[in-house]
T-cell receptor, first 113, second 112 residues
Framework: AQSVTQLGSHVSVSEGALVLLRCNYS??????LFWYVQYPNQGLQLLLK????ATLVKGINGFEAEFKKSETSFHLTKPSAHMSDAAEYFC???????????WGAGTKLIIKP | DAGITQSPRHKVTETGTPVTLRCHQT?????MYWYRQDPGHGLRLIHY???????DKGEVSDGYSVSRSKTEDFLLTLESATSSQTSVYFC???????????FGPGTRLTVT
């Protein structure tokens, strides 16, 4: 079955440290991939997307993600965490010919002062 | 921000009553979606629409119906609310079937 897997329901990093949130997908063809962020009591906001072309994608708030076909991954990174990055992050994908987004379970990012 | 509003933003209702949630967009996007979000379950698709009067079921459609009579409005109806339908409901829109989705602010529904 098609799926999107986010490793770690909670990730804790110190302020100023590297942020790495992992996302893997299962699909026979390269999917369209997205990262969203959700702050408490708010809707989801698009961080970045990959459809075709350059595999390193830059998004808002200093985040970027790299599509690696050989690893079926689309990990989200930020060089230096800020307290304002504390939120829940969701990876999602359109896979094969399906028009429904497949969602990961989400990762809560905790920033330690 | 994409022009998406949801109403009401909060609602408390009793078991067995019908409830209708409204999603309104000003972007003229073809696709509209209803999701529910529950702790431990992430986002789950209830129904979606790919045009006026064109709708299809998602993974958790039992107990829900939808209607779309205009491009800008997508209604979600709980025919007879149950406590298991207590959740946060999000509407989303997208320009086509494989483009990014933009989300509304959500409706928090409590069924007592």
């Amino acid at each position: 079955a098609q799926s999107v897997t986010q490793l770690g329901s909670h990730v804790s990093v110190s302020e100023g440290a590297l942020v790495l949130l992992r996302c893997n997908y299962s699909s026979s063809v390269p999917p369209y991939l997205f990262w969203y962020v959700q702050y408490p009591n708010q809707g989801l906001q698009l961080l970045l997307k990959y459809t075709t072309g350059a595999t390193l994608v830059k998004g808002i708030n200093g985040f970027e993600a790299e599509f690696k076909k050989s690893e079926t991954s689309f990990h989200l990174t930020k060089p230096s965490a800020h307290m304002s990055d504390a939120a829940e992050y969701f990876c999602a994908a359109y896979m094969d010919s399906n028009y429904q987004l497949i969602w990961g379970a989400g990762t809560k990012l905790i920033i330690k002062p | 921000d994409a022009g998406i509003t949801q109403s009401p933003r909060h609602k408390v209702t009793e078991t067995g009553t019908p409830v209708t949630l409204r999603c309104h967009q000003t972007e003229n996007h073809r696709y509209m979606y209803w999701y529910r979000q529950d702790p431990g379950h992430g986002l789950r698709l209830i129904h979606y629409s790919y045009g006026v009067k064109d709708t299809d079921k998602g993974e958790v459609s039992d107990g829900y119906s939808v209607s779309r009579s205009k491009t800008e409005d997508f209604l979600l109806t709980l025919e007879s609310a149950t406590s298991s339908q207590t959740s946060v409901y999000f509407c989303a829109i997208s320009e086509n079937g494989r483009s990014e989705q933009y989300f509304g602010p959500g409706t928090r529904l409590t069924v007592t």
